[in-house]
């Protein structure tokens, strides 16, 4: 038995550097003419799809659960105007609640207790950016007294950038087909590439000024259009 074992190991001691010996060995080709680095931008436009907005609600009262049952109270036909425009559960996500005291602050005299502050912040989404703007007038109707944005943005950008990557690869190749007729050399091949740089940040939000008066005019929305960038490193070997 024991010899069966020995005998084993030593077949497979055997077959263990035949087994390496067999596996390819790949080499990179050294670089026999000129490196050219270039770097290059694709870029696309897209109208915004997607509106973010802040809203909320402030009450103060003099007692902690007076504060809370108001803002509750308010809160939940801010709530309810936001079902009523069509706005799914899914976009709408609470962000902050805060109660907090308020003081009365005096020259030499400790804080005197006036009050407190109940706050409730939603972020919603809207995905009809034209009629964002009819309802944060709803909302300011309805209690809304904390607004801010819209932050216009794009929903599902990256079919977009795919097209910025191919554009800049194509612009990368150019550029270095250029340089290589320049010097009267031609590319023989691409040795790498890599993606960087900032890709497309939404813009800051804008302030949203709604307005809740009986006839004063509707807020307006534009959508307009947005940029969206990526930038590709690109290194070729020219001969």
């Known amino acids: 038995m024991n010899g069966y074992f020995l005998a084993l190991l ?57 504060a809370i049952g108001a803002n509750a109270a308010r809160m939940e036909r801010v709530r309810a105007a936001l079902k009523r425009a069509g706005i799914a559960d899914r976009d709408i996500q609470t962000s902050s609640i805060n109660l907090s005291p308020e003081y009365h602050y005096a020259n030499n005299k400790a804080p005197v207790l006036t009050g407190y502050s109940a706050s409730n912040q939603l972020s919603v989404r809207f995905r009809d950016i034209r009629e964002s703007g009819k309802i944060l007038d709803a909302l300011v109707a309805e209690g809304a007294n904390q607004i801010s944005g819209p932050m216009l943005t794009i929903d599902k950008p990256e079919s977009a950038y795919d097209e910025a990557r191919l554009k800049a690869l194509a612009e990368g190749r150019a550029r270095a087909d250029l340089y290589a007729r320049g010097l009267g050399m031609r590319v023989v091949r691409l040795l790498s590439v890599s993606e960087s740089g900032d890709r497309y940040r939404p813009p800051m939000p804008m302030a949203a000024m709604a307005r809740a008066e009986r ?24 001969q």
């Open 215 to 238: 006839g004063g005019a509707d807020t307006s929305i534009e959508p307009g259009e947005q940029s969206l960038q990526v930038n590709v490193s690109m290194t070729f070997e020219l």
């Open 10 to 66: 030593g077949a497979s001691a055997l077959a263990i550097p035949a087994a390496a010996a067999a596996q390819p060995v790949s080499a990179v080709r050294p670089i026999a003419g000129t490196q050219l680095d270039v770097v290059a931008t694709g870029e696309v436009t897209r109208v915004p799809d997607l509106a973010i907005i802040s809203a909320g609600v402030v009450t103060r009262s003099a007692s902690a659960s007076g």
